[in-house]
């Protein structure tokens, strides 16, 4: 079975700030991974995504994310908030091969200060 | 390029009512998906089509939820009779093809209030 952890369901930083969302997931085989941004009374948006090759892959809006299997891991990261950046973000697995079901975590909301 | 399209956009009923959600996918995409989204939680698959046909609804509650995908292109997706844990926000998406590393495009979404 897969499944997705989102550390965090809530995560506030100031305008500027190093953003840092922290997803984890669990797979048996290798995983296709995804982030997406989902704006108020939106439906998701896709950031980036993890197939194979290169584990830093970068997405839209300046944000970058890291597979580390070693780790179980693919945190978004993106140097310097913007207040464009409030959402809903939300990590998703796929297995690498046989199902297609996208499997979600709980999100996490991004707050920015100001 | 349209993205996906869905209505109504609200949608407020009673308990036992029935309701009907349409959707529109993106031009060409052979893959249609309906998810629920509680409040607080990500998405969760209910369906998924392959042009007509069924691909995976495990997590469709058949007693209550149907879905039809007529010609390949628009969906419906009807819930009856409706429970107040029914709920949510659905969400339609749309992908080319069908496969794990697909990107599934969403609509909007269609909040449903049950009362």
């Known amino acids: 079975a897969q499944s997705v952890t989102q550390l965090g369901s809530h995560v506030s930083v100031s305008e500027g700030a190093l953003v840092l969302l922290r997803c984890n997931y669990s797979?048996?085989?290798?995983?296709?991974l995804f982030w997406y941004v989902q704006y108020p009374n939106q439906g998701l948006q896709l950031l980036l995504k993890?197939?194979?090759?290169?584990?830093l892959v970068k997405g839209i809006n300046g944000f970058e994310a890291e597979f580390k299997k070693s780790e179980t891991s693919f945190h978004l990261t993106k140097p310097s908030a913007h207040m464009s950046d409030a959402a809903e973000y939300f990590c998703?697995?796929?297995?690498?091969?046989?199902?297609?079901?996208?499997?979600f975590g709980q999100g996490t909301r991004l707050t920015i200060n100001p | 390029e349209a993205g996906v399209a869905q209505s109504p956009r609200y949608k407020i009923i009673e308990k036992r009512q029935s309701v009907a959600f349409w959707c529109n996918p993106i031009?060409?995409?052979?893959?249609l998906y309906w998810y629920q989204q509680i409040l607080g939680q990500g998405p969760k698959l209910l369906i998924q089509?392959?042009?007509?046909?069924?691909?995976?609804d495990s997590q469709l509650p058949k007693d209550r939820f149907s879905a039809e995908r007529l010609k390949g292109v628009d969906s419906t997706l009807k819930i009856q009779p409706a429970k107040l844990e029914d709920s949510a926000v659905y969400l339609c998406?749309?992908?080319?093809?069908?496969?794990?590393?697909?990107?599934?495009?969403f609509g909007p979404g269609t909040r449903l209030l049950v009362l």
């Open positions: 998703a697995v796929t297995l690498g091969q046989g199902a297609q079901k996208l499997v």
């Open positions: 797979s048996s085989v290798p995983p296709y």
């Open positions: 993890y197939t194979t090759g290169a584990t």
């Open positions: 998406a749309s992908s080319l093809e069908t496969g794990a590393q697909e990107t599934q495009y």
């Open positions: 089509f392959q042009n007509n046909g069924v691909v995976d």
């Open positions: 031009s060409g995409h052979a893959t």
